[in-house]
């Protein structure tokens, strides 16, 4: 090769490295370009989005001190809340209604027929709805306190209604009401509820709230359909999580029965759930007492070894897994608590007389306790 030729060789190289160099150049600025503008996106919808629920949560109107009639459904859930509140001009957003209470931690909404304006800001509309400043007077209010049971409930309802007992869980557990209603709740009562084992359908399904009732005499229908609107409502807001374990309403009420019924004021209930769901992996029976009292139909302070001998499929003593249904109706925390159970090692709990809960890993552990706090006491 001769020495022209080299050189026009080194000039092509030199070229094309030049050539690529700038093609390198120009995708770096691109790049940058695009970085630029992402950052520029991203900044504009956190910034888009801060302002746009500032403003959500700002008074609709605040000139606006013209009442309006707004009634909130018994039984409605935070979404459904929201949903009547922008439909009728009160709120800007459901959504951010939805999240601004549950960031809060706001409950204790009540039913009823409200005077709102478009002019109150969101703290004035949560006490309106908490502290149920309605337009109708109340005939009458019916409680129902977490972990009562549905001849307890029965009995309440009996109270309030100037009824027999009897007839009360007469009616709750009769065969065409039952089915009626599974047909107008079918997500909410599925055929789980009338399988052999089953001691009481509807245990478990009336959601323990303060149901507010505007007529004298309203009839056990109405009474029942108040609370089992309530049941869905709750159960609809944990859709999502139940997916994920797979859960049926009833299997979710049936767990949170048995942590309802186990729990105290002074332990969390996941601790307990965790124990629950250890001992199911695991293979073991939940041993838990208050669902051989459930089989005994009593309600007593202490359950005795000869109680344990009670042939029932709700004696999880002799029976693996789950209950049949559930033995109780379980609040919030407890559903929460079923569906989301702590991360702990733990197979055994004890309840002591001052109502603490002790927790151990293995029978060794949990015999100790057990000796030190209730052999010896």
């Known amino acids: 090769m001769s020495a022209d030729d080299k050189k026009g060789k080194k000039e092509i190289i030199r070229e094309k490295m030049i050539e690529r160099q700038g093609e390198a150049k120009v995708v770096r600025k691109i790049v940058m370009i695009v970085a630029i503008i992402l950052l520029i996106s991203a900044a504009a919808v956190i910034g888009g989005g801060y302002f746009y629920i500032n403003s959500a949560l700002k008074p ?3 000139d606006n001190d013209k009442p309006k009639k707004v009634e909130i459904p018994i039984g409605s859930s935070v979404t459904g809340i ?3 509140l922008e439909e009728n001009g009160i709120i800007r957003d459901a959504r951010v209604f939805k999240y601004y209470v549950k960031f809060k931690n706001e409950a204790g909404f009540m039913a009823g027929e409200y005077e709102l304006k478009p002019s109150m800001n969101m703290k004035e509309i949560l006490d309106s709805l908490k502290t149920g400043k309605v337009m109708e007077d109340m005939a009458f209010k019916i409680t129902i306190p977490e972990g009562k049971q549905l001849e307890q409930i029965a009995g309440i309802i009996a109270e309030k209604t100037d009824k027999k007992p009897e007839d009360v869980l007469k009616k709750l557990n009769d065969k065409a009401f039952i089915e009626s209603l599974m047909a107008e709740y079918p997500k909410l009562l599925t055929k789980e509820i009338l399988a052999q084992n089953i001691k009481y359908p509807l245990e478990g399904y009336l959601f323990p709230a303060t149901y507010p009732f505007y007529k004298e005499d309203p009839t056990i229908e109405e009474i029942v359909k108040v609370m089992l609107d309530k049941t869905a409502s709750v159960i609809n807001e944990y859709r ?6 797979e859960y049926t309403p009833h299997k979710l009420l049936t767990m949170a029965s048995l942590i309802e019924e186990e729990a105290t004021a002074k332990v969390d209930r996941d601790q307990i ?3 629950f769901y250890n001992r199911i992996d695991t293979g073991m029976p939940l041993q838990t007492d208050p669902t051989v009292l459930y089989a005994h139909g009593e ?3 202490r359950v005795l070894y000869k109680d344990l001998e009670i042939d029932s499929p709700y004696n999880t003593y002799k029976y693996p897994g789950l209950t049949p ?5 379980a609040g919030v925390s407890s559903i929460e608590a079923a569906l989301v159970p702590a991360e702990t090692d733990y197979l055994y709990f004890l309840a002591t007389s001052t109502g603490e809960v002790l927790f151990s890993k293995t029978l060794d552990e949990h015999n100790q306790k057990k000796a030190q706090h209730i052999t010896n006491n």
């Open 60 to 62: 609709v109107d605040p």
């Open 82 to 84: 929201g949903t009547v």
């Open 240 to 245: 999502g999580d139940m997916e994920q374990r």
């Open 273 to 275: 759930a965790s124990v």
């Open 299 to 301: 309600h007593k302070s």
């Open 325 to 329: 249904g559930p033995i109780a109706n």
